[in-house]
């Protein structure tokens, strides 16, 4: 399998134009891999991480409105619709309000020597992800931050009907495939698993933040009826099974919000009552 020099996208080894972005590929055959100039960067902070990146002279990323905390005044910024042609952005629109995210992307593009910084919006830690051309990795819904421009974020739909039902995050993932740096956010601190062939994980569906392509998701019962409703843990896990990178974090907002809430009556479980009622609900 090749890839796309112009976007990073697979493309069959005797294709003629990437089915992605529509980039003509010289000659057929496999294209060579996107150089991308790597971007340097620092995270800083302990739960209230703030991502630093210094951009070189037109170097670019792009962010989900409202992440930037500062930038350097010869950084320029602009907010615009992804896609060439009018149908695309509509359709891209459309895709980012399935996705949770607001309808436009911000772009920085630097002139000189610039930073730019950006953060989460709730306490958590932030994970970089230097992805290599159709190199892929889905993530919670919300959880993207920031990425190079050479990157793309596009919406997957989770393809087990269980999963889709019970998954605290919904039919709905993002998808986000290089070449390029990739920072997403989640809640809490997070666990790294690298899965072997064949080897499984069982994860409260809200507290998964991100995983490798080639990660198998399902949603199964959380043992027996009765451990499923009065174990405290919800009905459902995500079950895992590898090979590939599996990243949970331990905290969701919907658990944030559980305990700052004034009728909290203290403790984690999760009733009986709320188990079977919050069924459909999402973890975030």
């Known amino acids: 399998m090749a890839f796309c020099t112009n976007c990073g996208g697979r493309v069959v080894d005797d294709a003629r134009f990437c089915p992605a972005c529509g980039q003509s590929i010289t000659g057929g055959g496999a294209p060579a891999a996107p150089a991308v100039e790597p971007l340097d960067y620092t995270i800083q902070g302990s739960n209230l991480q703030i991502i630093r990146l210094k951009l070189k002279p037109g170097q670019e990323v792009y962010a989900e409105a409202g992440k930037m905390v500062y930038k350097t005044a010869n950084v320029t ?8 042609t009018i149908g695309e952005k509509i359709w891209g629109a459309l895709k980012r309000k399935v996705m949770g995210e607001s309808l436009f992307l911000t772009y920085f593009r630097s002139s000189g020597n610039g ?10 830690h932030i994970q970089p992800f230097e ?3 159709g ?3 889905l993530v919670q819904r919300d959880g993207f931050v920031c990425a190079q421009s050479s990157a793309q974020l596009n919406i997957a739909f989770v393809k087990k009907l269980g999963a889709g039902l019970f998954g605290g995050e919904g039919f709905i993932l993002e998808k986000i495939t290089g070449p390029g740096a990739v920072f997403i ?22 507290c998964l933040v991100a995983f490798d392509e080639s990660v198998n998701y399902d949603i199964q019962l959380a043992g027996g009826i009765r451990t499923a409703i009065f174990g405290g843990e919800g009905l459902f896990l995500a ?6 990178k599996v990243i949970v974090q331990s905290m969701t907002l919907e658990r944030m919000r559980r305990e700052l809430a004034p ?12 188990a079977i009622t919050n069924i459909w609900g999402s973890e975030d």
């Not at 989640?186 to 994980?201: C, S």
């Not at 079950?239 to 590939?244: A, C, D, K, N, V």
């Open 185 to 206: 956010h989640g809640g809490g601190d997070f666990v790294e698993f690298n899965l072997q062939p064949g080897e499984m994980l069982q994860v409260d569906p809200g």
């Open 239 to 244: 079950t895992m099974t590898g090979p590939g």
């Open 263 to 274: 009728s909290h009556g203290g403790g984690d479980e999760k009733s009986p009552l709320g």
């Open 115 to 124: 930073e730019v910084g950006f953060a989460g919006s709730y306490p958590g």
């Open 135 to 137: 190199q892929t990795i």
């Open 77 to 84: 910024w602009e907010t615009r619709m992804s896609g060439n």
């Open 131 to 133: 992805l290599k051309a």
